[in-house]
């Protein structure tokens, strides 16, 4: 898989981007994951690419020429199944949209900025619209790591144990149980006897009775899903 993000911002991507499981799978070569920065495709001097919007509205705009520019270059190279925008108007990002986004082959994620980026942008050459929540961030650069590590946390050999990314909450629209480690007793609080009784399908059974209770309580609109 090949994820390509286009950002003013790339020095945000580096940390994130060599750590824990984003950095072990792309030294597996399970994904590549390239930041290129909007501003090498401007033609201004001063690499600026944003300006004031038309109609008089406060705040600065991203220019559609750069960014025009930066989709072109990539999709001249090769095929790209989504072209992404995070916006907070966008479709609510969820494991099942992770789910599937995962399994494609090329995709490109920009981060807005600034006031926004010129609507034809969004007319013409974008794919998809994604929000990670109802609130506003700076830029898209944190919804685009959001999306990144979701997604490339669900590529086969990109954790140690496969089988622990189907029982991350909401899959199957349930919240995780509770899970508990060593030691069995601490100040007196104790894992609960079932899960040391050795008995796996009542172990399963209660692990379920517990996502279950817990997505009741605390999200019932997953149940809604």
Known sequence: MRIDILTVLPEMFTSPLNCSILKRA???????????????????????????????????????????????DLTSQRHYDEIIFTSPDGETFNQPMANSLSLLNNII???????????????????????VGDYVLTGGELPALAITDAIVRLIPGAIGDEQSALSDSF??????????SRPAEYKGWRVPDILLSGHQAKIDQWRYDQALERTRRLRPDLLDD
Do not use: W
């Open 26 to 72: 792309q030294d597996k070569g399970l994904v590549e994951i390239h930041v290129h920065n909007i501003r090498d495709y401007t033609t201004n001097k001063h690499r600026k690419v944003d300006d004031y919007p038309f109609g008089g509205e406060a705040g600065m705009v991203m220019q559609i020429e750069p960014i025009d520019r930066a989709i072109e």
């Open 171 to 180: 899959q199957d629209n349930l919240l995780a149980p509770p899970v508990y």
């Open 109 to 131: 994620i920009l981060c807005g900025h600034y006031k926004g980026i010129d609507f034809r942008i969004r007319e013409h050459l974008i794919t998809r619209e994604i929000s």
